[in-house]
């Protein structure tokens, strides 16, 4: 695995086995987000692609790996959150013979931006929004291509299978490469940053973000995937990970945890900072547990972005529940 720094004509890559290079999309900071190329045979294709201002750095990644811009078959984006497939309307200006490929529920998102741009400003402001996405490109609808469950895509010699993997959000889908025993989940099996690593590996967290997670979808969804046996995982935050069953039985056994303490504090005054207190204190205890050599104040530091996230999205789900 070769790591290089970073800048936009010398893009931070992660080289893998299989044809698999994690480009280090630069969003919030270094280390946090990864697209991942894959090429096989002179063909490529990227899986997941960041935000606008991620863009240079991506066609500086296919320049490094001699790849020409015309080599790539798909972009395949798992879900349309922002930090995932905001620079793909962008992106594909440079990529000639590229077609998006889109889960049904997010296609039209992508196709016609304005009601996610105006969604993601009212969550975070339109001067963030600007500062964190820039101005959205739609992507043309004759190069976007809406998977079904299970559908097959091919580039190069390589065969990839596209699965509906919802529970972090209702327009998710995974990218699995049966040949080399890999995934790409998106944020289904959540987060795995490298700082965290240690001698026993990787720690893990469930990503439980608004809008649409649902514990019981999310669970279901990793076992999906760990039912083919991956040896790799491939995540966004932050690229490849392995020792797949001991990881998914950690994120099922958080999940769990976390809807305990929502139910716990949900209806509170203080229901919020309560459940963030209490999954950080979570993290902490396995982040010891595991080895880490940070401090409690590098390891909040490390997770306090997902600390907010989540927090948000586990009080949605429970007003959801009541509702429903």
């Not at 919020?272 to 902490?284: E, P, V």
Request: include cysteine.
């Amino acid at each position: 695995m070769i790591h290089s720094s970073g800048s936009a004509l010398n893009p931070r890559l992660l080289r893998h086995p299989y044809g698999i290079t994690a480009v280090d999309t630069e969003y919030l900071h270094p280390g946090h987000a990864a697209s991942h190329i894959i090429e096989d045979a002179g063909r490529a294709a990227f899986v997941d692609v960041g935000t606008n201002y991620s863009v240079p750095y991506l066609l500086a990644a296919l320049d490094a790996l001699g790849l020409a811009r015309e080599a790539v078959d798909y972009v395949f984006l798992t879900h349309v959150h922002l930090d995932h497939a905001g620079g793909a309307g962008l992106l594909l200006k440079e990529l000639p013979n590229a077609r998006a490929v889109l889960h049904p529920r997010g296609a039209p998102h992508m196709i016609e931006p304005e009601k996610l741009i105006a969604a993601s400003k009212t969550v975070y402001g339109a001067e963030r929004f600007a500062r964190l996405y820039g101005d959205l490109v739609p992507i043309p609808a004759e190069r976007a291509q809406v998977a079904k469950d299970g559908e097959r895509f091919r580039f190069g010699r390589r065969d990839l299978e596209l699965i509906h993997t919802p529970g972090h959000a209702l327009h998710h889908y995974a990218v699995v490469d049966r040949q080399h025993a890999s995934i790409f989940p998106g944020d289904t099996f959540g987060v795995s940053y490298r700082e965290l690593d240690s001698p026993r590996g990787a720690l893990i967290t469930p990503t439980t973000s608004p809008s649409q997670f649902d514990p019981e979808q999310l669970i279901a969804s990793i076992d999906r995937m760990a039912a083919y046996s991956p040896q790799s995982m491939y995540l966004m935050h932050y690229s490849r990970v392995t020792d797949v069953p001991r990881l998914a039985a950690s994120l099922k056994t958080q999940i769990h945890e976390l809807v305990r303490i929502t139910q716990r504090y949900a209806g509170t005054p203080d229901a919020y900072a309560r459940i963030r207190a209490d999954m950080l204190s979570l993290w902490l205890g396995m982040a010891h547990e595991h080895g880490s050599t940070c401090s409690d104040a590098e390891l909040a530091e490390v997770l306090r972005g997902d600390l907010d996230l989540n927090t948000q999205g586990l009080l949605i789900w429970f007003d959801r529940q009541k509702k429903s």
